[in-house]
């Protein structure tokens, strides 16, 4: 039965087992909407142009496909709004559904106008939402607040969050299965650079769905009990990565130039 019941007011319903797909899953994008254009080209969708000024573009697949964005759909890259733009019209038409990462999160708290420091790349989207109309910025809040904090998918067998997700936690709506969903756990501890060490949730996961996840960028997607990584780090000048369902098939796209720089980039190998 789903647990859906146990908080209605965290957000939209994560259960979704009833819808098969089939999905394209693709991962942190980041403002990168050159590789992502070309990879939903690859993967065979019909890609709208993008309008002058602030109006939205579709894409569709001729074989009623439909994508799932992993979250961070925003920051870092070179142009966010177009992103934004696109994922959008996607979800407008009913061809992409969407999980919310920790980088969606600050956004939409930013646009909600909470406090929220402008790092991480925050303040290049920002800049460009500066730029449009705020019945535009209210759009793209109103588009954050309508992604999950995870999905879980076709009769069960497969399960999207941005950060992953434990096996316990699999349809769960509370505030600690969002938190884990969108930013993760961490020891507490930093690491030599001073950024937070991250627990490898996946080493341990036992579950019986596929997690597909983003969020951590490795140089190739990570397969590893049951889970599967796609932050393959497009906006540091790795690559945009889907993963086709049923299918589990990994399709990627070269970044076409380095757009950030991180002190998490590259990854050890």
Known sequence: M????????????????G??????????????VVELRRLLEVLGYRVDPLPAG???????????????????????????????????????????LGVRGNHDDKLERYLRGNPVKLEHGLQKTVDELERTDPDFRAAVAAHIAGMAAHLWLDGGALLVAHAGLKGEMHGEVSGRARRFAMYGETTGEVDAQGLPVRIDWARDYRGAPLVVYG??????????????????GCVFGGALTALRWPEDELVS?????????????????
Request: hydrophobic share 30%; net charge neutral; glycine share 12%.
């Open 19 to 32: 819808d098969c797909g089939p999905f394209d899953i693709i991962g942190d994008v980041h403002g990168c």
């Open 215 to 232: 969020h951590t960028p490795m140089l190739a997607p990570r397969r590893l009990n049951r889970t599967v990584c796609i932050d393959t």
């Open 253 to 269: 796209v070269p970044a076409s130039e380095v757009h950030a720089v991180s002190r998490r980039w590259p990854p050890p190998e």
């Open 54 to 96: 602030a109006g939205l573009a579709g894409a569709r697949h001729p074989d009623g496909r439909r994508v799932v964005f992993v979250g961070d759909l925003t920051d870092r890259g070179p142009r966010n709004v177009d992103v934004l733009r696109t994922a959008m019209g996607m979800t407008a038409e009913g061809t992409a």
């Open 2 to 17: 789903s647990r859906n019941a146990e908080d209605k007011g965290n957000g939209p319903p994560v259960d979704r087992r």
